[in-house]
């Protein structure tokens, strides 16, 4: 691209994004917000609130299973007075079914997808905005009412929801769970599908269509990538979860028999396993979701904190593209134990294995990145390698249960609890860290405290290898999840000392947060003025005040070049720093070095 | 701005590249919702593929001249409002209300056709609850017919503008996308009735 046809370029996107001025009603700023940092912020508060919910209901969980019976401290004399304090099992399926529900659609959804989605795709691309600032601020509101329903459900007759996250019939039906709770969560979850759906729709139009001028895909930060795959993932796929939701609500409310078979079903009936086609053809989809925007913001700190490109970019895209393929053919590795045909169970354990492909390419690429690069470890480093590290584990005992042989063994055991917990929990919880203490001066214009973020980081990354290794460990001694007291039976009470253990490691992950939760809002009021550039490093949003102004970028930036030229030696020679600007324009006369920065260029 | 001598980057019209922003959301909307009743369809192939014999033993068979009229209705519809857009995108005013109108009216006639149809299976006693036959007919159908309801509400607001003039032969983006998420909800239809009431 000629510089005149670069300018061109900008003329007409710019024509496109017109600069509004900053709103000043309270109103326009802070509740009904096009903005999409704002949203982004807002998305933020929400995810963070919930996670703490989610995160209390987890200690519920852990103290159930370390002392069965024994009256919950702190919690029990406030919340549970009715039952005296103990954890009944009713009470109990309702507490690790909201736990898992909230966890995946309330907090890990909106922090990595809603609140950094929004956050870094229009700055990261150059954009002054969304496509669609107007959906965007309703794809948040419409969130905030699912998260409304949720809350709802706590107060629902009967209590809240009792049928597990995966909410299968018959036990999803009235027959299994009568009582509001569980319906007002099937009604959440099919709300918050819609708000998802309004948000990727944003980010698949904004990423396609509002790219700065020379910002080609192959320039794209890798966030940026991870966003758009998880998008395109989420717009295909969430509506197959509403439609099952939809269904279930049918069968709740209108007494409809799509999933209700057996005595209850007079005239033909449906079918219960329908819902575990329709809920796993979304629900392996969903479990990428989750981790390729992880997988794309790992990628871009590792290489910015190694202080050098990413190891063989477009490797990364294309393993992040293929596994985004992969994943919507593999889902009936959940139901190897519904009476599949063996042929086809043999099918999906193909497909399933053939993932480790792209996520082999994907881990290697990252390591090395690594490999003799000058890793500065600044918190959000620390939690990208800790997070590679609990990925990669947590990885490896996906092996065990992609193959039908080995996961008939290890179905429904705690295995797979911390299977789950360490790729799709862990791993996004590390990142979703990562992301905060990393884009926090941008975000927020103000620096997090580095001495509480590494104590943060060691205490998560050691209390979760810790509890969710606690369940690798029980699970592969064979004890089933969701127990209500599993040393009820006698093969499993040796494992008693263990559950313990791992529940006092869990406890302590979930006091090391407090550290988190002190250094997020002291740092909001007395940390220190972040600089426009503190990590210094070239991706678009770094060339702009922190935080940046309501439209972003006074001119829209023409980019140069990738978003990791890092360590560059003409350009160091050139500019005395180890880092370049995306859109800065360097004049190179030396003869050759045209070539160095012709990198990633088309 | 005007076309370069260079002639690289082709001249666009600020209005006509925010358009083309839009319908690309609309697109990817429409392919999202598409899954949803992809869906919806796969529920009932499986279920169908459970029972023995299709209707099950028990149900009554399902009538076929009422949904073949509606399913004229909605294919009038489609004409009217394919009519209503080529008509805007010539600037022919009057014709393109009159393709409003006709769409709004004969969308209203294909609910109010799709509610005497649920008043009659339910009078002959076909119930909610009389196993998955009744809930495809009446679920699948509902849904879709909601989806109608919404369309009927776009038409409504694209009424005023309509007649004031705004939405014309240069301005008329809303119009088609509303006219693309109809043809979509005729498709969706179309599809129904062969799989369910036909087949």
New interface residues.
């Given amino acids: 691209m000629?510089a005149?046809?670069a300018a061109?370029?900008r003329?007409?996107i710019e024509?496109?994004q017109p600069i509004h001025p900053p709103p000043a009603s309270f109103f326009r700023k802070y509740i009904w917000s096009t903005d999409h940092k704002v949203i982004a912020k807002q998305y933020l508060w929400a995810g963070l609130l919930f996670l703490l919910v989610g995160g209390t209901l987890a200690m519920m969980i852990r103290w159930q299973w370390a002392f069965p019976g024994r009256p919950v401290p702190i919690l029990g004399p406030t919340v549970l007075k009715s039952s005296g304090g103990v954890i009944g099992p009713a009470l109990y399926m309702q507490i690790f079914t909201m736990h898992g529900l909230i966890m995946i659609f309330f907090a890990i959804t909106p922090i990595l997808i809603g609140a950094f989605g929004n956050f870094t795709i229009p700055l990261l691309i150059g954009a002054r905005d969304m496509?669609?600032p107007w959906?965007n601020a309703l794809s948040f509101w419409v969130f905030a009412l699912s998260q409304l329903l949720v809350i709802g459900a706590f107060f629902g007759d009967l209590g809240a929801a009792g049928a597990g996250w995966t909410t299968y019939p018959p036990l999803a039906t009235n027959i299994g769970t009568p009582g509001t709770g569980q319906t007002l969560m099937v009604a959440a979850v099919f709300v918050t599908g819609v708000a998802s759906?309004m948000g990727?729709?944003?980010y698949?139009?904004t990423t396609?269509?509002?790219r700065a001028p020379g910002m080609t895909y192959m320039r794209m930060p890798l966030t940026v990538w991870g966003q758009f795959l998880t998008a395109i993932l989420n717009?295909?796929?969430?509506?197959?979860l509403?439609?099952?939701a939809?269904?279930l609500l049918?069968?709740r409310l209108?007494?409809?028999?799509?999933f209700i078979a057996g005595a209850a079903?007079?005239?033909?009936?449906?079918?219960p396993i329908?819902f575990q086609?329709?809920f796993w053809?979304f629900g392996h989809p969903e479990v990428y979701i989750l981790i390729l925007p992880a997988w794309g913001i790992i990628a871009d700190l590792l290489a910015f904190f190694s202080r050098k490109p990413a190891n063989w970019y477009r490797g990364t895209v294309l393993a992040m593209s293929a596994v985004t393929i992969l994943s919507a053919v593999v889902y009936g590795h959940h139901m190897f134990q519904t009476g599949m045909n063996p042929l086809l169970g043999q099918g999906f354990t193909t497909l399933t294995l053939i993932i480790s492909i792209p996520a082999e390419v994907l881990f290697l690429n990252w390591l090395r990145t690594i490999y003799k690069g000058s890793v500065r470890l600044t918190v959000p480093m620390l939690f990208a390698l800790g997070m590679v590290f609990v990925f990669g584990f947590g990885g490896l005992t996906g092996l065990y249960l992609g193959a039908a042989a080995p996961d008939i063994y290890l179905h429904d055991t705690m295995f797979v609890v911390g299977h789950f917990h360490f790729t799709m929990a862990a791993a996004s919880f590390l990142a979703s860290f990562a992301a905060i203490y990393f884009w926090y001066p941008k975000m927020f214009g103000r620096l997090t405290n580095t001495r509480l973020g590494q104590a943060h980081f060691w205490i998560s990354v050691v209390g979760i290898t810790l509890v969710f290794g606690g369940q690798l460990l029980v699970g592969y001694a064979g004890q089933n999840r969701r127990l209500w007291n599993p040393f009820e039976y006698d093969l499993f009470k040796p494992l008693q000392p263990l559950n313990r253990w791992t529940s006092y490691a869990g406890f302590a992950l979930f006091a090391g947060q407090l550290l988190f939760i002190w250094n997020f809002f002291r740092s909001m009021v007395k940390g220190e003025k972040a600089p426009a550039n503190p990590w210094q490093l070239g991706t678009l949003e770094w060339s702009v005040a922190s935080p940046p102004p309501h439209h972003n970028y006074d001119a829209i930036p023409i980019v140069q070049r990738g978003p990791h030229e890092l360590s560059d030696p003409v350009l160091k020679a050139k500019l005395g720093r180890d880092w370049v600007g995306q859109a800065e324009e360097v004049p190179l006369g030396a003869p050759g070095a045209a070539q160095v920065t012709a990198r990633g260029a088309p | 701005?005007s076309p370069?001598a260079?002639g690289?980057?082709p001249y666009?019209p600020?209005q006509a590249?925010?358009d083309?922003?839009?319908w690309?959301?609309m697109v990817?909307?429409l392919?999202?919702?598409a899954?949803?009743?992809?869906?919806?369809f796969?529920?009932y192939g499986?279920?169908r593929l459970?029972?023995p014999s299709w209707p099950?033993?028990?149900?009554l068979a399902l009538p076929v001249l009422l949904p073949a009229l509606n399913t004229i209705v909605l294919a009038l519809n489609a004409v009217a409002l394919q009519g209503a857009l080529l008509a805007a995108r010539r600037g022919e005013l009057p014709w393109m209300r009159l393709g409003l109108v006709l769409g709004l009216i004969l969308g209203a006639a294909f609910v109010g056709g799709q509610l005497l149809l649920w008043t009659r299976l339910f009078r002959e006693g076909l119930?909610?609850?009389?196993?998955?036959?009744?809930?495809v007919v009446?679920?699948l159908t509902g849904?879709h017919a909601l989806h109608v309801v919404v369309g009927l509400v776009g038409l409504l607001t694209l009424l005023p503008p309509a007649l004031a003039g705004t939405l014309n032969a240069a301005r008329h983006n809303r119009l088609r996308l509303w006219v693309m998420y109809w043809h979509f909800v005729g498709v969706v239809w179309l599809a129904m009735f062969l799989l369910i009431f036909l087949l």
Avoid: C
């Fill in positions: 000629t005149q046809e061109l370029s003329q007409a024509a496109l496509a669609f959906l759906i990727g729709i944003n698949v139009t396609i269509r509002l717009v295909l796929f969430v509506p197959v509403g439609s099952a939809l269904l049918m069968d209108m007494g409809t028999q799509f079903a007079v005239k033909g009936g449906g079918d329908l086609h329709l053809i | 701005m370069t260079s690289v980057i666009r600020t590249r925010g083309d922003t839009a690309l959301g990817i909307f392919g999202s919702w899954m949803m009743f992809a869906a919806l796969f529920a499986v279920l459970r029972q099950p033993p028990g149900t119930a909610f609850e009389d196993g998955s036959l009744a809930a009446y679920g849904f």
